[in-house]
């Protein structure tokens, strides 16, 4: 009873501990359309009108005035919030508030304590060594090759080299070649890169990247993981009284919360692509339970409405990479462009030049209500005359040499069906930077796919290549055309627990004995043990193959592969691989027609940091060192 009347007392004291003051902080009970929120309210009385500070009013799921920001020290009238009337209960110190749903804060669905990060601290200096060695020893001779990585980084950026080294090398190829080099600089607050160096072109689904040796900047979506950059489904609804939501995608459940009476809204949906539907079953406090659902398509091929994503260089070609001598030939310039301008179209646009060529193209892709995408590009070309050099001055009476491009694509991920066709055409005349260094242009492509599930009967997908003119992308000497009409065949089944079929077929329409099928049998034994077992015909030639194999993937883990194939190609192996803290070790044995050959490999990384040298597995990304003072092993 004595603490009882001592909160009474302090209830009447905050109301009255001045007389003769014309304001007032109040603390009152908070009911929300009927519904106690839980809450005490802070309240500033100022001549008989109650007032409350923007951040208080949020703390409520009271929306402040437009404009308020959140740290503004200005009190509210609560008068003047639209759709709210507010009626103080003076013997029960409770305030009881009437909102529309205009005026609630939607409760969002899916957030569970997300914790606020604060500004990253800039990078320290260092350096980071990777390295992946390995050699072989067979007919008495070694051979083998390191491919190493060096790294100097810092607060401005990150100076990076890489090269591959040989081992006795042919006379055609050097002891070593310098693959990339270049400063790269990161912004994770304009998800931007800034590269100066060996760069590879950014492009779109109907354009060529090149390498090229000078500047690019470019989006890079990868700096924010948290961003999801396409367009996926936003729910929202109300509730009258408090209630509790479920959010099930496909029939599966994803999200679970209670809510109070008012709006609500899915902040985090789970990422999804292709057909599908939402359902929101809302349950209230009697069991009665209403429920919505809504078909959906999802798309990685389009952004989200305002979304921009950019990408520009200009630099020298590069040409012979992965040579002893690799030069930089004509200068050339590209730029790309993409940008959501609804959830559902999403427009781009790419431009290339060089002395002697200029292209420009634009596209769209667009959704189709729930069915899926369709993709619409077209570009254009002009440049020198055939047969004059692209670097040559145009003589005065030559006819520019001009050329089109036109490019369509449909997608359909669903439960049900897969369909994936791509067509694109262009005109003898049409050219861009990598078919005036060396690479022509494909006259026509068309690619297409379907893949269709069959429940317990496994799934089947069926697969169409055809290109005419271009390079032949198997051509190992000089370059040759590509007239290619490749069509192929898949199937899997699920035979019983852990035990899987599968079998493939090809055949090239345009070369009657390019053709070729395998299938074979797999088992998992556990969560790193697997064994396999399978024949194959390629163009007439069969072999038969068994290997069993399990993974390392953990320091301090054991792996191995052990493999047999006998007809046409025989093949017998055993590798072993050990992953410790400092790096990989692996070693092998093979046997084939040629004799028997050892192998021994080792990669992984060496860091300076912090004043500390650090030995470790290959580091392909950034990383940090951190330490745990004075617990050990660590």
């Known amino acids: 009873m004595r603490r009882a009347w001592l909160l009474v007392l302090l209830a009447i004291g905050l109301r009255t501990h001045s ?116 050699a072989t020893r067979a007919a008495g001779q070694i051979t083998g090759g390191a491919l190493t990585e060096f790294r100097f980084f810092g607060p401005y950026g990150t100076f990076s080299s890489t090269g591959l080294g040989t081992f006795s090398p042919s006379p055609s190829q050097g002891p070593f070649a310098r693959l990339d080099t270049a400063w790269t600089y990161s912004d994770p607050d304009s998800i ?70 008012g709006p609500f809204q899915m902040q985090r949906p789970p990422i999804i692509t292709g057909a599908g539907e939402v359902s929101v079953a809302v349950t209230d406090a009697l069991g009665r339970q209403t429920v919505t659902t809504l078909p959906f398509y999802a798309s990685t091929r389009l952004l989200t409405a305002g979304l921009s994503s950019y990408s520009v260089e200009a630099g020298g070609v590069r040409q012979g990479y992965g040579q002893a001598t690799s030069d930089y030939g004509p200068g050339a310039a590209m730029a790309s462009l993409r940008h959501g301008m609804t959830d559902w179209l999403t427009i781009e646009g790419h431009g290339e030049g060089m002395n002697g060529l200029d292209m420009l193209g634009v596209g769209a892709t667009a959704r189709l209500w729930t069915l899926g995408t369709l993709s619409i590009a077209g570009a254009g070309s002009i440049g020198n005359p055939r047969g004059q050099s692209p670097f040559a001055v145009t003589q005065p009476n030559a006819t520019p040499r001009t050329g089109s491009l036109v490019s369509v694509g449909v997608e359909r991920q669903s439960r049900a069906l897969n369909v994936n066709f791509v067509v694109s055409f262009a005109s003898p005349g049409f050219r861009d930077v990598a078919a005036v260094t060396g690479t022509p242009y494909p006259r026509s492509t068309l690619q297409a796919s379907v893949g269709v599930p069959l429940g317990s009967v496994g799934s089947i997908g069926v697969g169409l290549v055809n290109q005419r003119g271009g390079i032949s992308t198997n051509s190992l000497g000089p370059s040759t055309p590509a007239n290619l009409t490749l069509t192929t065949l898949n199937y899997s089944v699920p035979l019983m627990d852990r035990l899987e079929f599968y079998a493939t077929a090809y055949k090239d329409l345009n070369n009657p004995q390019a053709m070729g099928a395998f299938f074979g049998i797999s088992m998992t034994l556990g969560p790193r043990d697997s064994i396999q077992g399978g024949m194959s015909s390629d163009s007439g030639r069969s072999s038969y193959n068994v290997a069993a194999q399990r993974a390392a993937t953990q320091p301090g883990e054991l ?76």
Do not use: C
């Open 559 to 634: 792996g191995f592969n052990v493999g047999d194939t006998e007809g046409q190609n025989r093949r017998r192996s055993v590798q072993t691989q050990y992953i410790s803290p400092w790096g990989q070790v692996s070693a092998g044995v093979e046997q084939d027609v040629g004799g028997l050959a050892t192998q021994l490999g080792a990669q992984g990384g060496v860091v300076l940091a912090g004043g500390n040298l650090f030995f470790s597995d290959r580091i392909d990304d950034s990383f940090a060192v951190v330490s745990s003072g004075d617990v050990p092993n660590v």
């Open 192 to 261: 931007s890169r800034y590269r100066v160096g060996d760069v590879i072109t950014g492009g779109l689904g109907w354009t060529r990247p090149i390498r090229l040796g000078g500047v690019q900047v470019t989006t890079d979506f990868a700096l924010r993981p948290d961003l999801v950059t396409f367009p996926i489904p936003g729910l929202t609804g109300e509730t009258k009284v408090p209630s509790s939501v479920d959010i099930l995608v496909n029939g599966v459940r994803q999200i679970s919360q209670s809510v109070p009476a």
């Open 19 to 134: 007389a003769g003051a014309a304001e007032q902080t109040v603390f009152l009970e908070v009911v929300v359309n009927g519904h106690p929120t839980g809450m005490v309210g802070e309240f500033i009385e100022r001549d008989g009108m109650l007032l409350a500070m923007p951040a208080d009013l949020r703390s409520l799921g009271l929306k402040p005035p437009p404009g308020a920001a959140e740290n503004d020290a200005t009190p509210v009238p609560l008068s003047e919030l639209p759709g709210v009337q507010a009626q103080l209960q003076e013997q029960t110190q409770r305030l009881e508030i009437t909102a529309d749903s205009r005026s609630l804060i939607a409760t969002k669905l899916g957030v569970t304590g997300v914790a606020e990060i604060g500004e990253p601290d800039r990078s320290p200096y260092g350096t980071a060594f990777n390295y992946d060695v390995l």
